[in-house]
């Protein structure tokens, strides 16, 4: 195979291990309430971004100085990550209550937090070479096709998450189809993220739920 015809691996990556063995149920049964303390945390710590105001500075820099800092990327990484894990954890993807301050699928020392399944990775970006300085202005506009096409997803993920709900309280099991399903949407709201939000890539999102 042309070694050249292969597609470079999206700039942002999402994968989420699938839970082999059996499942829990107590937790599975009371995650609606769970999940309620870290995803206040979520929204208390990203309504930032979700209002704009993270966008802003980072298109501001792009535009007129063509740089992207590295900690300011180093923000979004780490914000990117516990949220990915908190909605894991709510959406019934993992059974380990999500931190905030592990890494993705770092292991606790000393009888510390297991391995977190969450595994989100952004490739930092070359800005002087590799973002254009103006697309900034104009991605909120060129991802609308993106939302409307999430915002039919995200109810199926809904359904699916429920239909989860009840397979592994009566089975112990998160059927496969709906887990990679519900993983699909979230790298999906990944890419259009890292394209339209963090800014960190000009290359625009597949329409795919497949890595």
Partial sequence: MNTSMVAAPYPVRLTIDYPDGP???LTTAFRAVLAVPIMALVCLVSWGRSSGLLTLPVAVMVLFRRKYPRWW???HLHLERFETRA???ALLLQDQYPTADEEDGAAGDGGGPAPQPVHLDMD???AGRELNRWLPLVKWLLVLPHVVVLAVLLVGAVFATIAAWFAILFTG???RVLFDYVVGVMRWCSRVTGYATTLITDRYPPFRLAP
Avoid: I, V
Wanted: charge should be positive; glycine fraction near 0%.
């Fill in 73 to 75: 990327f180093e923000w």
């Fill in 173 to 175: 099991r998160h059927p």
């Fill in 87 to 89: 909605c894991a954890y």
């Fill in 23 to 25: 499942r829990n149920r």
């Fill in 124 to 126: 930092y970006p070359d």
